[in-house]
């Protein structure tokens, strides 16, 4: 399980990062287009890490919503 914040870029595409993955986003025409580009983009990063022998970043990301 990882955290994905999704916001309107400034091209009118949607932007999906993964903020425990360092670098991890990706983008689509839709909402639904980029999670699912960026479902694609975690695994991917997850798959290169574990054939380099290195360790998962651990998902320590928490996010809350503010009123002002």
């Not at 022998?53 to 990301?61: A, D, K, M, Y």
């Amino acid at each position: 399980m990882r955290q994905v914040f999704i916001y309107s870029g400034e091209d009118g595409y949607w932007v999906a990062e993964c903020p425990s993955l360092p670098g991890c986003l990706s983008q689509g025409k839709t909402k639904d287009e980029a999670i699912k580009n960026v479902k694609e983009a975690i695994e991917a990063y997850i798959s290169v890490l574990v054939e380099d022998g290195r360790s998962i970043p651990p998902e320590t990301f928490e996010a809350i919503l503010i009123a002002v």
